[in-house]
């Protein structure tokens, strides 16, 4: 929890104390809300990417434990200092400088070539040979990590609990069908394999999976459902009663005749 790079989640009495509620009224306040949803999912899609890398947007805030000392009064946030792009910043050390302006200096050339093409053949062009195709990319890419690493069932540690075996667990494989299988070379379907081994090309990652799976037991994770189990209510116990799939959930009020 203190040191992971992204998408970590707040803890209850982190997000009770920034908006202003306390811990027991977060039940009511969170439940969802389809459009509340939709706005939330639609914002992560376009812009996640972008904020996480100017403003480690869903990363660890504890900057003050940078091991050499260039976090103290950085934090998360559009002023907070810290980001992907300056060679001071308290994400990386002191040694990897070289690398960061290298990377800088990579994104300069291209926005100056794209200047460049867009004077010569149009914007429109730009827009529709680079920039929607860019964000394409950015969509996948930001759905599929997501997905990688969020689910109920993914422990998070903190530092005392924390271990390398512990954290390379915290993450989950989930079937895709066609698109993780045959556009993603089951990138999507082995990705625990990958926090443990990540040099396994990925025509042997379905069996290398199935090697682990034998070591890790209860603790791989997998999730097999597609888009189907959407489609469909199971049926009601008694016609009156409403459940999902696992047969759980609260039946809705009965309405009782009165005697006059």
Same mark, same amino acid.
């Given at each position: 929890?203190?040191?992971?790079?992204?998408?970590?989640?707040?803890?209850? %009495?982190v997000?009770?104390?920034?908006i202003?509620?306390?811990?027991?009224?977060?039940?009511?306040?969170?439940? *969802?809300a389809?459009l $509340?949803?939709?706005?939330?999912l639609?914002?992560?899609?376009?812009?996640?990417?972008?904020?996480?890398?100017?403003?480690?947007?869903?990363?660890?805030?504890?900057?003050?434990?940078?091991?050499?000392?260039?976090?103290?009064?950085?934090?998360?946030?559009?002023a907070?200092?810290?980001?992907?792009?300056?060679?001071?910043?308290?994400?990386?050390?002191?040694?990897?400088?070289?690398?960061?302006?290298?990377?800088?200096?990579?994104?300069?050339?291209? @926005?100056?070539?794209?200047?460049?093409? =867009? %004077?010569?053949?149009?914007?429109?062009?730009?827009?529709?040979?680079?920039?929607?195709?860019?964000?394409? $990319?950015?969509?996948?890419?930001?759905?599929?990590?997501?997905?990688? #690493?969020?689910?109920?069932?993914?422990?998070?540690?903190?530092?005392?609990?924390?271990?390398?075996?512990?954290? =390379? @667990?915290?993450?989950?494989?989930? *079937?895709?069908?066609?698109?993780?299988?045959?556009?993603?070379?089951?990138?999507?379907?082995? #990705?625990?394999l #990958?926090?443990? $081994?990540?040099?396994?090309?990925?025509?042997h990652? &379905?069996?290398?999976? *199935?090697?682990?799976?034998?070591?890790?037991?209860?603790?791989?994770?997998? &999730?097999?459902?597609?888009?189907?189990?959407?489609?469909?209510?199971?049926?009601?116990?008694?016609?009156?009663e $409403?459940?999902?799939?696992?047969?759980?959930?609260?039946?809705?009020?009965?309405?009782?005749?009165?005697? *006059?």
């Amino acid at each position: 929890m203190e040191r992971d790079m992204v998408f970590l989640p707040k803890t209850r %009495q982190v997000y009770a104390s920034k908006i202003g509620r306390k811990v027991h009224e977060l039940t009511e306040l969170t439940e *969802e809300a389809p459009l $509340v949803t939709a706005l939330v999912l639609f914002g992560r899609q376009l812009i996640g990417w972008p904020l996480y890398l100017l403003q480690n947007n869903t990363g660890h805030d504890n900057h003050e434990r940078q091991i050499e000392g260039r976090g103290v009064g950085k934090r998360n946030g559009p002023a907070g200092g810290v980001n992907h792009f300056s060679l001071s910043s308290t994400l990386f050390e002191a040694k990897d400088a070289k690398y960061i302006a290298l990377s800088d200096l990579g994104l300069g050339l291209m @926005a100056i070539l794209l200047y460049e093409i =867009a %004077q010569a053949f149009g914007w429109y062009n730009v827009l529709t040979w680079y920039i929607i195709p860019y964000m394409w $990319v950015n969509h996948w890419l930001v759905a599929i990590t997501y997905l990688q #690493h969020t689910d109920p069932s993914i422990g998070h540690y903190g530092a005392k609990s924390w271990t390398f075996t512990r954290g =390379a @667990a915290a993450t989950i494989d989930r *079937e895709f069908g066609f698109i993780g299988r045959s556009l993603f070379h089951g990138i999507i379907e082995t #990705h625990i394999l #990958h926090h443990y $081994v990540s040099n396994i090309p990925f025509y042997h990652a &379905d069996e290398a999976t *199935e090697a682990i799976k034998l070591v890790m037991g209860r603790h791989y994770l997998s &999730d097999t459902h597609q888009r189907r189990p959407c489609w469909v209510l199971e049926e009601l116990v008694d016609k009156r009663e $409403v459940v999902n799939r696992n047969n759980l959930g609260v039946a809705p009020l009965r309405m009782e005749k009165t005697q *006059e």
